[in-house]
């Protein structure tokens, strides 16, 4: 009698057991964890490529007890290759002033704020007669006149001051690194009198040179033939102006502002220079 013979079935892999994989995963979120810790709690968002610890742990400079006046630590750095700015202001053609900063060793770094100190980044903070006014995140900003009005009777010393990612204030001898400008010394806003205040039928261009560097930046001035056009440059270094064309000049006295004043009776494309430095102001473009 033959008998039938069933055929084998294979054979079932093994599960894998869940205790292996709960366990994988909490080391998984240990090592989480413990990598936050080792940074400050955080995670290494801003332990960036080319970074040492020491800097992604916010430690540049020596961090004093004394604050800026406002509640933020300063950090002090050598001045040998510290931040500095320069703040010139200008009126605006619509309302309030136009304000431009200049930094050197330093720039602004938006995207990193509220992360670790590094050496020459951050933000700047305007303050209008000691009062915080604005925080900056680059080169410009546009100051209403319905805020220095709003300021009451004063409203006419401006200060830029730096800051570093983490909030503290870059300081050099114990000093926030920053700059002051006044107001008042800046021509009158549009619609408000006074002797600073350029004719109807006058173009006012204002410029300023600070450590080489030219604020605004040099660039193109329509002026209509025939109008008077005025130029007041402030230059920190003794240097000489002149303008291209209409070959008139002017000495440039270190620290203080002249005034050049002449009318564009001639068309054309028209350089204004500095002699000694050799550095463009600006063009003038008359039609």
Excluded at 39 to 46: I, K, Q, V
Excluded at 49 to 77: C, F, I, K, Y
Excluded at 144 to 153: F, I
């Amino acid at each position: 009698m033959t008998r039938s013979h069933r055929p084998l079935r294979a054979a079932r892999p093994r599960r894998t057991a869940r205790p292996v994989v709960a366990a994988a995963t909490a080391l998984t979120a240990a090592a989480l964890v413990f990598g936050a810790s080792a940074c400050g709690g955080r995670a290494t968002t801003h332990h960036k490529p080319g970074t040492s610890h020491e800097q992604a742990g916010g430690s540049v400079g020596r961090l004093l007890t004394a604050d800026d006046g406002s509640g933020n630590r300063l950090r002090q750095v050598d001045a040998e290759g510290a931040p500095s700015v320069t703040v010139a202001v200008r009126p605006d053609s619509e309302d309030g002033w136009n304000v431009h900063l200049t930094v050197r060793n330093f720039r602004f770094t938006p995207d990193s704020v509220g992360g670790a100190a590094l050496l020459g980044r951050g933000h700047a903070r305007l303050f209008l007669d000691g009062h915080p006014l604005a925080r900056v995140y680059g080169s410009w900003y546009h100051l209403p006149a319905s805020l220095v009005r709003g300021a009451g009777k004063g409203g006419t010393e401006l200060t830029a001051r730096l800051y570093a990612d983490d909030h503290t204030a870059w300081a050099v001898n114990s000093a926030p690194v920053q700059a002051t400008t006044s107001l008042s010394e800046a021509t009158s806003a549009p619609g408000k009198t006074g002797a600073a205040t350029p004719r109807p039928d006058t173009t006012l261009v204002e410029i300023v040179v600070s450590h080489g560097k030219v604020s605004p930046d040099p660039g193109r001035t329509e002026i209509k033939k025939g109008r008077t056009v005025e130029l007041r440059v402030r230059s920190d270094r003794a240097d000489h102006l002149h303008v291209h064309g209409y070959d008139k000049e002017a000495a440039l006295p270190a620290g203080r502002t002249v005034t050049l004043t002449f009318t564009a009776d001639r068309s054309g494309l028209f350089e204004v220079e500095t002699h000694e430095s050799d550095l463009l102001l600006t063009q003038l473009v008359v039609r």
